[in-house]
T-cell receptor
Framework: GNSVTQMEGPVTLSEEAFLTINCTYT??????LFWYVQYPGEGLQLLLKATKADDKGSNKGFEATYRKETTSFHLEKGSVQVSDSAVYFC?????????????FGQGTRLTINP | EPEVTQTPSHQVTQMGQEVILRCVPISNHLYFYWYRQILGQKVEFLVSFYNNEISEKSEIFDDQFSVERPDGSNFTLKIRSTKLEDSAMYFCASSALRTQYFGPGTRLLVL
């Protein structure tokens, strides 16, 4: 079945550091890929998405490129802030239309120190 | 900006009791979902709902669970007889096309 694997956390960085959170997937067909973020005590917020190969999703300084050849969708940010501290989830959906379940990775907890 | 809302934010119940979790999806969305997240674990799909019927359900979604869209705005998840292992955060989501938008969740604690 479809699955998503994220790099193990937790990840701790200093403010202004470069961030990469790795995400790889296994899927049949042509999934859409997503990054969701969960701030402390809150629900899941869509951070960015990509729906086909070579698409780049971006939002709030975060970027991720849909790489079909490596089945990856790594999340990057050039300079992190304390406010980026959260749990980040990579996810895929594998149905082109209609109701489509999301399959999530295990989440990566990110802590940014001032 | 429209958003998915959920009530209550927290619920504590005794084992064996029935609970109903409520969600108001985004108004022009057609697809509705429930997910759960046991503390410290990944988010798991429970059920999807479209055109007033279940589209897909996971192995978790057994006979103790049911979903309903009782009117034009609400979408509910009922657990008939709660177990200790039902303690989790329950998220509702809705979508129009490919992107799902999540509510803030209901934290359910079964004692």
């Amino acid at each position: 079945g479809n699955s998503v694997t994220q790099m193990e956390g937790p990840v701790t960085l200093s403010e202004e550091a470069f961030l990469t959170i790795n995400c790889t997937y296994t899927a049949t067909g042509y999934p859409s890929l997503f990054w969701y973020v969960q701030y402390p005590g809150e629900g899941l917020q869509l951070l960015l998405k990509a729906t086909k190969a070579d698409d780049k999703g971006s939002n709030k300084g975060f970027e991720a490129t849909y790489r079909k050849e490596t089945t990856s969708f790594h999340l990057e940010k050039g300079s992190v802030q304390v406010s980026d501290s959260a749990v980040y989830f990579c996810a895929l959906s594998d149905v082109a239309q209609g109701a489509q379940k999301l399959v999530f990775g295990q989440g990566t907890r990110l802590t940014i120190n001032p | 900006e429209p958003e998915v809302t959920q009530t209550p934010s927290h619920q504590v119940t005794q084992m064996g009791q029935e609970v109903i979790l409520r969600c108001v999806p985004i108004s022009n969305h057609l697809y509705f979902y429930w997910y759960r997240q046991i503390l410290g674990q990944k988010v798991e799909f429970l059920v999807s709902f479209y055109n007033n019927e279940i589209s897909e359900k996971s192995e978790i979604f057994d006979d103790q669970f049911s979903v309903e869209r009782p009117d034009g705005s609400n979408f509910t998840l009922k657990i008939r007889s709660t177990k200790l292992e039902d303690s989790a955060m329950y998220f509702c989501a809705s979508s129009a096309l490919r992107t799902q938008y999540f509510g803030p969740g209901t934290r359910l604690l079964v004692l």
